[in-house]
Structure formats: structure tokens, C-alpha cells
């Protein structure tokens, strides 16, 4: 019996020293690293890819390639005459409000700066409008 536990003693110790150096003996310490939107995601590559750079390219990519099974569905997709006085299709409403959407960051950051949360909602509202009445 005595036998028995000292051996399941020596078998279990590394593992509580192994748990110990792992995580368990940090448990309630600050941690060091934390999600940051300009961090780096790869070191040493020819482009900073950072979790925002890579969330935009995934959305225009993702954008440009709705608007090519749109396309495909309907194609033509039915000119309208909106507000501005222009004749335009889905492509060019998605163009139209990805360029007021890149001037309304610029001019926030120009202005007012970070956080970026406004120039997004605003941006948001800009889209919407031209997709509804442009």
C-alpha cells in the first residue's frame, strides 16, 4: 500500500512541477501579452498584417465578391436614377460608398482622431444611404 502511493507520488510529482511552470503558478497575475489591433500577426513579412489590415482586405474581398454572385444572378443589375442624378448599378454604389466611406475616415482622423468608432457608424449610415437612395 505504502509502495503504491510512493510510487503514484513519484509519477504525479512532475506533472504538479510541469503544472506549476505551465499556467497554474500564474493564475490571477497580469498577463503580459494581450489582443491589440496593431500588433503584428507575422514577423519578418514584406506587409504589416495586423488584425485590422487583415479584417479590411477580408471585407473588400468578401464585398467585390458578393457583388460577383449578384452580378452573375442578375446581371445588369437594372440601372437606377437615384438623388446625386447619376444612373448607377450595384458596383457603382458599392465604389461610391467605399470612397465616402474612405473620406469620412480621413476626415475624422484629420479632425478628431482616434477611437474610430464614429467615423464606422458613420461610414455604416453613408452605405446604407447610397445603397438605398443612390
Known amino acids: 500500500m505504502i509502495r503504491a502511493a510512493f510510487a503514484t507520488a513519484l509519477t504525479v510529482a512532475p506533472s504538479w512541477a510541469l503544472a506549476q511552470t505551465s499556467g497554474w503558478g500564474s493564475v490571477g497575475q497580469p498577463k503580459e501579452e494581450s489582443f491589440s489591433w496593431t500588433q503584428p500577426l507575422f514577423g519578418g513579412f514584406w506587409m504589416a498584417w495586423t488584425p485590422a489590415t487583415l479584417a479590411f482586405f ?15 444572378r442578375a446581371p445588369g443589375a437594372a440601372p437606377r436614377h437615384g438623388v446625386l442624378g447619376l444612373d448607377t448599378t450595384r458596383g457603382d454604389r458599392l ?40
Do not use: D, R
Open 95 to 134: 465604389f461610391i460608398t467605399l470612397l465616402g466611406s474612405a473620406f469620412i475616415f480621413l476626415g475624422w482622423l484629420a479632425l478628431i482622431g482616434t477611437p474610430l468608432w464614429g467615423p464606422l457608424a458613420l461610414a455604416v449610415v453613408w452605405g446604407a444611404f447610397v445603397f438605398w437612395k443612390v
Open 58 to 72: 477580408a471585407f473588400i474581398f468578401a464585398a467585390i465578391a458578393t457583388m460577383g454572385l449578384l452580378e452573375w
